[in-house]
């Protein structure tokens, strides 16, 4: 009898635990850094013999509860953190090439109409070389064609260093993860595989390297308890609670570096800080473009100027000067009066009509409709490599969830069959009690 009612508290004591975890599991149904839990239970039948001529004889056992268990696959995780640091990295350089190409379009004040502009003037200046109002039209679109110059040059200096502010930030936040792990891997060391505080545990750790990953490119290792240390190229940043911090490190004309430990890093290639060294050197790349750009523009204007006469019949001179930059790029204060309209000839418009003439597939409006085609195409290129990694992405936290997550459907089934089971437990208390009873009132 004694038997009887061990079995029933047994079973009562496990169908409560499961219950438990049910409802955890409802509780953190919206928690995406939750890992859906079932608990572990074994028989405890006991077997044995007693006369040694006899065959085993069986006895009447009952349940016991071998720990809670995380609905986790290691290898979809390892693949949703690769998915995820891929997608990660390809929305942070659509969102900075936009911001490039946003730096180009000047408030759609862009440089490339007001070089057509120029031109334009030009023609129609060189059809009546002496009108005073188009002569300072045109000065003015070289003024203007200056600081368009010098405006853009500013637009992208500024996304420049705001892509420095941004990869500092995320520098902060991974070392703050970093940290976070390391302590985690702490209080891993003591707890008990298949309590409630090692799973959360585990659930932390698991939030906890999803964070890195979607921040550099690293290599995880996993020791006992689900212990993680992290290390790049060789070089530790968690070695159980040891942590190496990762330092941002902004460069003068070139993208950024990072540090590990003082030592200097080999370019992100991965994650938010992967994709913000990406972006930064394109960043670059348009920012020299843009002032040979401007080296050129000059060329060309002081040559124009330099091969013609005034109207006082001396040559042009100098209209614009720069030290190498668009940002530097600057008028000389001529006027009109000092335009180098006519040709070394004495041609009233000849020269002027030899500024038409530097409208050609290398000059400058051309050469400015490059950098920009050029960005759009980065940019596109971008777009359709962040569709495809979102596609992937999807794909892999789907076949990841199926395993993981919590269906609320499935939960209210193991509710249901719970407390039946639960019902059936304490109806076995039941019975033995009651037959107790019946053998006492024999007596």
Same mark, same amino acid.
Do not use: C
């Given at each position: ?35 859906? &839990?079932? @608990? ?19 006895? $009447? ?41 946003? $730096? ?20 129609? @200046? ?19 064609? +200056?600081?368009? *110059? ?26 703050? $993860? ?10 891993? &060391? ?7 505080? =090692?799973?959360?545990?585990?659930? &932390? ?16 290792? *996993? ?60 960043? +670059? ?8 750009? #401007?080296?050129?523009? #000059? ?22 000067? =720069?030290?190498?930059?668009? $940002? ?19 041609? #009233? ?29 980065? @940019? ?46 304490? &109806? ?14 024999? *007596?």
């Amino acid at each position: 009898m004694s038997e009887l009612l061990n079995i029933g508290r047994a079973a009562i004591q496990a169908n409560a635990r499961a219950l438990e975890i049910v409802g955890s599991n409802v509780a953190n149904a919206e928690n995406p850094d939750y890992v859906r &839990r079932t @608990l572990s239970i074994s028989d405890t039948t006991l077997s044995g013999r007693t006369n040694p001529i006899y065959n085993s004889q069986g006895g $009447a056992g009952s349940v016991e509860v071998n720990g809670i268990i995380r609905a986790s696959d290691q290898f979809l995780e390892a693949a949703t953190r690769q998915t995820g640091a891929d997608r990660v990295r390809s929305d942070v350089v659509v969102q900075w090439l936009d911001q490039g190409e946003i $730096a180009l379009a000047n408030n759609d004040a862009d440089l490339g109409a007001q070089l057509t502009q120029l031109f334009g003037t030009a023609e129609e @200046l060189a059809a009546v070389p002496f009108e005073p109002a188009l002569r300072n039209q045109f000065v003015g679109d070289i003024e203007t064609s +200056v600081q368009r *110059f010098n405006q853009t040059a500013e637009n992208l200096s500024s996304t420049f260093n705001l892509i420095n502010g941004a990869a500092s930030q995320e520098a902060e936040e991974l070392n703050m $993860a970093l940290n976070e792990l390391a302590q985690i891997n702490e209080q891993l &060391r003591p707890a008990v595989a298949g309590t409630a505080q =090692h799973t959360v545990l585990l659930d &932390r750790r698991d939030a906890a390297l999803t964070v890195i990953t979607e921040k550099l490119d690293v290599q995880i290792s *996993f020791g006992d308890k689900g212990r993680a240390d992290i290390s790049r190229n060789g070089t530790s940043l968690v070695t159980f609670n040891a942590v190496s911090p990762v330092s941002f490190v902004a460069n003068a004309g070139t993208s950024f570096d990072i540090e590990i430990g003082g030592a200097l890093q080999a370019a992100p290639s991965n994650g938010t800080l992967g994709g913000l060294q990406r972006s930064q050197s394109d960043i +670059v790349n348009l920012i020299n473009d843009l002032d040979n750009l #401007a080296v050129q523009f #000059a060329a060309e204007i002081n040559g124009w100027q330099a091969n013609g006469l005034t109207d006082a019949g001396v040559a042009g001179a100098a209209m614009v000067t =720069h030290a190498g930059t668009a $940002a530097s790029l600057a008028t000389t204060g001529l006027v009109s009066d000092d335009l180098a309209l006519a040709s070394a000839a004495g041609v #009233a418009n000849g020269n002027i009509l030899a500024f038409v003439d530097l409208r050609t597939a290398t000059g400058t409006e051309k050469g400015y409709e490059q950098i920009v085609l050029g960005q759009a195409q980065n @940019l596109l290129a971008a777009r359709s490599e962040n569709n495809a990694a979102t596609v992937f992405d999807q794909a892999t936290r789907e076949m990841r969830d199926n395993v993981s997550i919590v269906d609320l459907d499935r939960e209210a089934a193991d509710l249901i069959r719970l407390q039946q089971s639960y019902e059936a437990s304490a &109806r076995i208390i039941q019975v033995a009690r009651e037959t107790m009873q019946s053998i006492l009132a024999i *007596f």
